[in-house]
């Protein structure tokens, strides 16, 4: 009788255990209905906003710390998002598209998985040159009306650190999507001082794209929320590239996302233009290609 008074006793601590975390822990429809709200709120930005697409943008700066937040209705069916961004090689297939992405591979297609990412310069680089980032990528939710993801990286290239690109989406009527994407990372002092110097000399008048006051004139931010700002934006721009050209036979899809991504960071040159198209193409057909070899062991 004392053994299972005492199993009865464990049982009803593990249960209410069970219990107090669920009650901790949103669900998904809980994540699903502050999404919608989400949407309501941002609904008249999201309707008219100087980006001339269902998209509001917004960063903010700690001190030690950078964020992005993109958040878009996307011409794409629930379905169709979430069978993209449960997928760690469809990751890769959307981080390639951004410039200074050299090269992207998922060791394992499934959650948990990794990835291992190279950035570097904005023009043609050895892998060698380029750093990398090995991103753990985590499946957070996947239900019927709601889908979360996340890629973290503990180091980055001088001396920053805990990088996350997260992905929040929920259906919206008329077959449409509702997103959440989310890109920060820290920074030490050495890495501070590095992105500061780089901004002071060849990213110097480089802008994002919040407007903010500065005396009597209101500007474009600039410095890190400039910088975040527009890697958030390329990024969306990856996404909405890769979910465009879905409905092209397979052999044309990549050729697809290249064009369509090129074009839309060509409506915000001032922010985003770096190089001309038929460079971006060429560059890009070479690290895709690079990408796809096969691994050497």
């Known amino acids: ?103 992207c591979r998922a060791s394992v297609d499934a959650s948990p998985g990794m990835l291992t990412m190279s950035i570097g310069k904005k023009t043609a680089q050895a892998l060698n040159e380029a750093s990398t980032l090995e991103f753990n990528y985590r499946l957070l939710d996947a239900s019927s009306n709601y889908m979360a993801a996340q890629l973290n990286a503990d180091k980055g290239p001088l001396g920053t650190s805990n990088y996350r690109i997260e992905l929040q989406a929920a259906p919206l009527p008329e077959g449409k999507t509702f997103m959440h994407l989310g890109y920060s990372y820290s920074y030490g002092t050495a890495s501070r001082l590095a992105m500061l110097a780089y901004l002071a000399t060849l990213g110097s008048g480089k802008i994002g794209f919040t407007q903010i006051q500065q005396g009597q004139k209101s500007v474009y931010v600039g410095g890190m929320r400039g910088t975040i700002e527009r890697n958030t934006m390329r990024y969306y721009l990856a996404i909405e590239a890769y979910l465009a050209s879905l409905g092209q036979p397979p052999a044309q899809q990549f050729n697809t996302r290249l064009e369509h991504w090129f074009d839309a960071t060509e409506g915000y040159a001032q922010q985003l233009h770096e190089v001309d198209k038929s460079s971006y193409l060429a560059m890009k057909k070479d690290e895709y290609q690079r990408q796809q070899a096969p691994v050497s062991r």
């Open 1 to 103: 009788m004392l053994g299972l008074a005492a199993a009865l006793g464990m049982a009803q601590l593990v249960a209410g255990q069970a219990l107090a975390q669920t009650a901790a822990e949103p669900t998904s429809e809980a994540n699903a209905a502050a999404m919608l709200e989400k949407h309501a709120a941002l609904n008249g930005a999201l309707a008219q906003n100087p980006y001339r697409r269902p998209l509001f943008l917004e960063s903010s700066e700690g001190a030690n710390t950078v964020s992005g937040h993109a958040y878009a209705v996307l011409d794409a069916p629930f379905n169709t998002v979430t069978a993209t961004f449960k997928s760690p090689a469809k990751w890769c297939e959307v981080l390639i598209l951004h410039l200074n992405t050299k090269y």
